[in-house]
């Protein structure tokens, strides 16, 4: 079955960079786009970065444009997000998705906090 596993958060300064990951199994990788998502406490659901099964083509939210890159390596089945200057407002779970056969799977979450 489809599982995806989030790694690489953590406690960081505002200005700093995380770099997540994202890896892969149940389903052929490549064929895919991949997005991340996060959740801040008492706010909904954002949408943060996408990127096509081949990597050719990357889109990104407006608050994070500029600033994070996703990609991916389909020899591992893994999926990243380089995050650089973090703010507070970065502060959240975040999440890989993958809209498989019509069925959103979700990982686990990894927690990234941006503090001083």
């Known amino acids: 079955q489809v599982q995806l596993v989030e790694s690489g958060g953590g406690l960081v300064q505002p200005g700093g960079s995380l770099k997540l990951s994202c890896a892969a199994a149940?389903?052929?990788?490549?064929?895919?786009?991949m997005s991340w998502y996060r959740q801040a406490p008492g706010k909904e659901r954002e949408w943060v970065a996408r990127?096509?099964?081949?990597?050719?083509?990357?889109t990104y939210g407006d608050s994070v444009k500029g600033r994070f890159t996703i990609s991916r390596d389909n020899a591992k089945n893994t999926v990243y997000l380089q995050m650089n200057n973090l703010k507070p407002d970065d502060t959240a779970e975040y999440y890989c998705?993958?809209?498989?056969?019509?069925?959103?799977?979700w990982g686990q979450g990894t927690q990234v906090t941006v503090s001083s």
């Open positions: 998705v993958v809209l498989y056969l019509s069925r959103a799977y």
């Open positions: 149940g389903f052929t990788f490549s064929n895919w786009p």
């Open positions: 990127i096509s099964g081949s990597g050719s083509g990357t």
